[in-house]
């Protein structure tokens, strides 16, 4: 019986790690689908668009490039567990 529940807890930790990394990926994908659309709406709208809006967006595309690495280096290191 405590075999089992050993069993058990090791595989709701692979479980738990699998599930994490799914979603990291969903964070990396979502965030980078953000960064684009507003690289897009910055090539479609540039002479639309006032400079502080500009450098707003370009300022929280530098957040989101930051958080993707930040992303990526927690999936690699779940994926090391």
Known sequence: MCRFF???ALAAHFL???DNEV???QHIDHTLANLHEAEDYL???ADEITADEKQGIEAKN???KGSIKSF???KKDEAQK
């Open 6 to 8: 050993d069993n058990y």
């Open 16 to 18: 738990f790690i699998n």
């Open 23 to 25: 979603h990291l990926q």
């Open 43 to 45: 090539d479609e709208h």
């Open 62 to 64: 530098d957040r989101r």
């Open 72 to 74: 990526i280096a927690e």
